[in-house]
């Protein structure tokens, strides 16, 4: 017989095994300097996936860089940043590929600092196991339950604690159970199905892969044991079809398909299909894949589907299967996980990104805020760094979603600026608010083209915006007098004036500030739906919320004029004695002086105050609307 037959056939086999393993993706997580690195380190070392090389330049990494004396040092194997070699710690999230006999293994090993719980989250996102090491020495810290918390958020269900330097303690099993004791009632209400507690050495590797001599009072598995017999199979196939579209695809004139990975379920030639916002209905014709048109796939797979019918589908859209449809809804309620530094405010705007479709989305209310030490609920008006809480969002257009407790793919949402395009949270669809199927919008004969027809103008709002004294009130004011003098219909929305009725009710917080311009957004919008030149002065300090108040609008319908007033011309007219108080502390959160003025980077019109008088600048501005056919 052929000795390279057998080689090649003896291969193939080892291949065939290998591809049928199944996939468990897990994450190591706990407070700062637990031992996640080492332990990670270790499992790659003890599967005996290190290359020679590898090895050596652990040795020398160890030596310059660790800190277990002449021991080598694991943790080096994935602490690969220099930053993070440097101090000891990880700061970001470092995934690893290792295998045994039973099973494969994708492993990320996030950072223990509270500054970088987000990328923690990242980890979790995709994971059906959580590691949680808690350092003997210390027991349970804030950053233990944070973690325990953000893994039963995001639905992750099977658990290990994972005792470690338990040779620091001198293996005592009355440290041990004290600490199980401990998490297992903070754990009680987090909704885990699996928690088994095991007592490591991730340094020496005592109940990693093999037991040891050290603790003969533990009988439990090792760490490796446990992680290839545990069963976290979430049966996505037997859940209901749900595919979002990533992108239509039409390379020529005789072939459309719709293509995407599906999120569950399983889908077949001539099976019936929805387009979940729309309503509209067919049949599969065929899969279609690089590989061959395939008689069934499933969750998982990225595929795509060409129908009998031709029907309005777009990227983004979610297709379903009929008889259980996603829910569709431009409001809902959901767990909201804050990563950015920059504080989420209610009302201010923001990208909402579920799927492959994005929207835009505000934040309006904050039901409460989750002390992640106790579990107790908060009132908050805003949220920082790290922080989670339920939330009730608004869209711009439904948006087809599930559940997140009933499909992760399709229940999931991140949330964006707009401007810098940087991911500020994670969010978790609860349900989805019902009071928005009662609202409609009222047909109306009388249309806003037909209003300003019979005013002979078009509606625009002018949005003046700049310091405090810089001009804004005396300029608009000038302005809507040239207007009425020419005959056009006009409306003043005056940030002081404004402030005496319709927001009375609110201070000069960050967050009252973002609400104040939401509030008069609306106003200026439906004064511009009757018709009118609208002019809206206010100090309007933050661009997200100018351009909240733009995309209100219709385009051509807002015209952003910038009164540039230098802060030291502002303060030496102070009218109302304002700049005085608040650089005697008396007044707080002033803009230009304690809180922050973002300039216009586009407007339409930008205004020199100072070098001009205000008649001078109302002419401009008249000027610009009559060249521009508004009046």
């Not at 101090?87 to 995934?95: N, R, S």
């Not at 669809?429 to 300003?452: C, M, P, S, Y």
């Not at 959160?589 to 001009?612: H, R, W």
Request: hydrophobic fraction near 40%; proline fraction near 3%.
């Amino acid at each position: 017989m052929n000795v390279e037959a057998l080689d090649l056939s003896a291969f193939q086999d080892y291949l065939t095994r290998h591809e049928q393993k199944s996939l468990l993706r897990f994450l190591t997580c706990g407070s700062v300097d637990d031992g996640k690195s080492t332990l990670i380190g270790r499992l790659l070392y003890d599967t005996k996936l290190l290359f020679e090389d590898q090895l050596a330049s652990l040795e020398r990494d160890s030596r310059k860089h660790g800190t277990v004396g002449e021991d080598i040092d694991f943790a080096l194997l994935v602490d690969g940043l220099e930053a993070e070699r440097e101090q000891g710690i990880t700061i970001d999230v470092a995934y690893r590929f290792f295998a045994t006999d039973l099973r494969k293994f994708i492993v990320a090993d996030t950072p223990g600092h509270e500054q970088y719980t987000r990328n923690m989250a990242t980890g979790a996102s995709n994971s059906d196991l959580a590691v949680i090491l808690v350092d003997s020495r210390q027991g349970i810290l804030p950053q233990t339950r944070r973690h325990s918390y953000i893994v039963s958020l995001l639905g992750i269900q099977h658990v290990v604690l994972a005792v470690n330097k338990i040779d620091l303690m001198e293996y005592s099993k009355e440290v041990f159970d004290k600490i199980v004791a401990e998490y297992t009632e903070f754990a009680r209400d987090l909704g885990f199905k699996t928690l088994q507690a095991i007592p490591l050495s991730a340094r020496f590797g005592d109940n990693v892969l093999d037991k040891g001599p050290n603790m003969p009072w533990y009988d439990g598995p090792t760490l490796v044991q446990h992680l290839e017999s545990v069963d976290v199979a979430e049966d996505r196939l037997s859940q209901s079809f749900r595919m979002p579209v990533q992108w239509v695809n039409r390379p020529n004139l005789d072939f459309r398909g719709f293509s995407g990975t599906i999120a569950s379920g399983l889908v077949k030639p001539g099976d019936p299909i929805v387009v979940a916002k729309s309503g509209r209905t067919s049949t599969v014709k065929s899969i279609v894949t690089m590989d061959g048109d395939l008689e069934e796939a499933g969750a998982g797979e990225a595929v795509t589907l060409t129908l009998a019918d031709e029907i309005d589908i777009s990227r983004g859209d979610v297709l379903a299967t009929p008889e259980d449809r996603p829910d569709v809804s431009d409001q809902f309620a959901a767990e909201l996980i804050w990563m950015s530094d920059e504080e989420m405010l209610p009302g201010r705007a923001y990208l909402l990104k579920m799927g492959s479709k994005t929207v835009t989305a505000t934040v309006t209310e904050i039901k409460h805020k989750v002390d992640i030490n106790t579990f107790n609920k908060l009132a908050a008006k805003k949220l920082s760094l790290n922080e989670v809480a339920v939330v009730n969002l608004a869209l711009s257009e439904p948006v087809a979603f599930d559940p997140y407790s009933e499909n992760r793919d399709t229940g999931s949402f991140i949330l964006i600026d707009r401007l810098t395009n940087l991911t500020l949270g994670a969010g978790m669809v609860e349900f989805g608010l019902r009071r928005a199927d009662n609202i409609h919008w009222q047909a109306l004969d009388v249309t806003k083209q037909a209003r300003a027809e019979a005013k002979g103008q078009k509606p625009v709002v002018l949005w003046f915006t700049g310091l405090s004294g810089a001009g804004k009130s005396t300029v608009a004011n000038l302005v809507e007098k040239m207007l009425h003098v020419e005959g056009r219909h006009t409306y003043t929305l005056d940030g002081d004036n404004v402030r005496h009725g319709l927001n009375k009710d609110l201070g000069f917080t960050d967050a009252d500030r973002v609400e104040n311009i939401r509030r008069v957004s609306e106003a200026a919008r439906l004064f511009v739906d009757a018709g009118l030149i609208v002019l809206v002065s206010f100090i309007s300090p933050f661009r997200s919320e100018r351009r909240m108040a733009r995309d209100l609008m219709e385009a051509g319908e807002f015209i952003e004029i910038y009164v540039n007033t230098p802060i030291e011309i502002a303060e030496q007219r102070d009218p109302k004695g304002l700049y005085k108080k608040a650089r005697a502390g008396q007044i707080k959160n002033f803009t230009g002086i304690d809180s922050p003025y973002e300039e216009p980077e586009n407007a339409e019109i930008v205004l020199t105050s100072g070098s001009k008088t205000p008649e001078e600048l109302a002419s401009e501005v008249v000027a610009y609307l009559k060249s521009n056919g508004y009046a």
